[in-house]
């Protein structure tokens, strides 16, 4: 049950599918108005997300690596640590144990030479893919993604997560018909 619940917060948060689960709420200085107002206010009381230092929360800005899986981690409650290190993930950074607790959870890897690049923003399908892994889904219909009209975008390592997060109803693309795979989330969608 508990795991049921996780997984429904987790989708809503990155893919805003069910923002009636949230129940407290906190401001940022530049959101009012926006389309994500009250999700990400909700979401911040209950300290799953986080605004920077200047109570901004730049909503239109792409979502960090580091930023996405610093909110998975925030659902999941992961505590054990990967030992794995990355020369660009220092130990002093804010993001340095989420990094190394998303890592030994199998939610993500480096992105190769010992790098795990935090600093770059996440596409849709890196994200998929995170959310697959963090809730261990089974994809039962392999071509469902084929759905979306640019289901050719899709890369081959996303497809058996987009196509779960599809079958599942989590996602559901935009406008005409489009998955936007390698498009950037922005912190207001995740």
Not at 158 to 177: C, F, H, I, Q
Request: charged share 25%; aromatic share 12%; hydrophobic share 45%.
């Amino acid at each position: 049950m508990r795991q049921r619940f996780k997984k429904a917060v987790l989708m809503s948060l990155v893919f805003c599918l069910f923002p009636g689960l949230m129940l407290n709420s906190f401001a940022f200085s530049d959101m009012s108005g926006h389309w994500a107002e009250d999700v990400v206010s909700k979401w911040a009381g209950k300290e799953v997300v986080k605004g920077l230092p200047d109570d901004t929360f730049r909503p239109d800005a792409n979502i960090t690596r580091a930023e996405f899986v610093t909110i998975v981690g925030n659902v999941m409650k992961y505590v054990n640590k990967s030992s794995e290190e990355f020369v660009d993930v220092p130990e002093t950074e804010w993001y340095a144990e989420h990094v190394a607790k998303a890592v030994a959870a199998g939610v993500t890897t480096g992105v190769g030479n010992g790098k795990f690049a935090p600093k770059n923003s996440i596409t849709r399908q890196e994200a998929a893919v995170m959310i697959y892994r963090a809730f261990r889904l089974q994809v039962k219909n392999k071509n469902a993604a084929d759905k979306f009209s640019d289901a050719g975008l899709i890369a081959t390592w996303a497809k058996d997560a987009v196509s779960a997060l599809t079958e599942k109803g989590y996602v559901t693309g935009r406008p005409g018909n489009r998955f936007a795979p390698l498009d950037y989330i922005t912190r207001a969608e995740a």
